[in-house]
C-alpha cells in the first residue's frame, strides 16, 4: 500500500539554525500539506501546496517558514532560523484531490520530531 | 468558541464495553468529517469518513447532524487494541485544509 514517507524521523537543532525537513507524498497525490503538533496539544494546519504553489497557510507559518516541491517526489518544509518553540512533531500529508470519489482524505506519514535546543 | 470540539477525556472502560464520542463544529460550510485514530507519537491514521446517512464498520458507527453540527462515533465490544486518542476532523474546501479537535484519549482495559 502506498504511504508517505518522512525524514529524519527525529531532528535535534541549536537555536537559530535552519532546518529542512523532508516529506514523499504518495506519487499520484495532487495536494501536499504540513502540519505540526507540540507535546500534549492538538494538529494544527501550517500550510497547503497544490500545482506548485501554496494554496493556503496558516498564523502560524510566518516568513521563517517557506515550503518547496524541488523534484517529482519531494515536498520539503524549511524552517530558517529555529526557536525554542517550533520544538514539536511535523506531520505532512498529502490527498488525491481528483474530481469525483473520495478525494478529501490524507494520508499522514510517520512525521518528524523536532527538538530545537 | 473552537472549531472542532471533543469530549475532555479520558475514558477507561473496560473490554466488551461500548463507548460513545462526541464532537461539534462551528463553521456550517464545513465539507467532509472524519474520525482519525493516533496512537502515542504517532501519526493520524484515517479510521473512517462521517456521513449524513450514517455509517459504519464492523464495531464502529459514526453519525453526522449538519443541523446541530454535531458528530459522533460509537464503538461496540472495545478491545485492548481500540486504546488510541480520537480525533475528530473536518474537512474544508477551501485550501483543503483539515482541522482538528482536541481529542478525546480511550483506554481500553482487561
Known amino acids: 500500500e502506498p504511504e508517505v514517507t518522512q525524514t529524519p524521523s527525529h531532528q535535534v537543532t541549536q537555536m537559530g539554525q535552519e532546518v529542512i525537513l523532508r516529506c514523499v507524498p504518495i506519487?499520484?497525490?495532487?495536494?501536499f500539506y504540513w502540519y505540526r503538533q507540540i507535546l500534549g496539544q492538538k494538529v494544527e494546519f501550517l500550510v497547503s501546496?497544490?500545482?506548485?504553489?501554496?494554496?493556503?497557510k496558516s498564523e502560524i507559518f510566518d516568513d521563517q517558514f517557506s515550503v518547496e516541491r524541488p523534484d517529482g517526489s519531494n515536498f520539503t518544509l524549511k524552517i530558517r532560523s529555529t526557536k525554542l518553540e517550533d520544538s514539536a512533531m511535523y506531520f505532512c500529508?498529502?490527498?488525491?484531490?481528483?474530481?469525483?470519489?473520495?478525494?478529501?482524505?490524507?494520508?499522514f506519514g510517520p512525521g518528524t520530531r523536532l527538538t530545537v535546543l | 468558541r473552537k472549531e472542532v470540539e471533543q469530549d475532555p477525556g479520558p475514558f477507561n472502560v473496560p473490554e466488551g464495553a461500548t463507548v460513545a464520542f462526541n464532537c461539534t463544529y462551528s463553521n456550517s460550510a464545513s465539507q467532509s468529517f472524519f474520525w482519525y485514530r493516533q496512537d502515542c507519537r504517532k501519526e493520524p491514521k484515517l479510521l473512517m469518513s462521517v456521513y449524513s446517512s450514517g455509517n459504519e464498520d464492523g464495531r464502529f458507527t459514526a453519525q453526522l447532524n449538519r443541523a446541530s453540527q454535531y458528530i459522533s462515533l460509537l464503538i461496540r465490544d472495545s478491545k485492548l487494541s481500540d486504546s488510541a486518542t480520537y480525533l475528530c476532523?473536518?474537512?474544508?474546501?477551501?485550501?483543503?485544509?483539515?482541522?482538528f479537535g482536541q481529542g478525546t484519549e480511550l483506554s481500553v482495559k482487561p
Open positions: 506519487s499520484n497525490h495532487l495536494y
Open positions: 500529508a498529502s490527498r488525491v484531490g481528483l474530481a469525483g470519489g473520495s478525494t478529501d482524505t490524507q494520508y
Open positions: 501546496f497544490y500545482n506548485n504553489e501554496i494554496s493556503e
Open positions: 476532523v473536518v474537512f474544508y474546501n477551501q485550501g483543503g485544509k483539515l482541522i
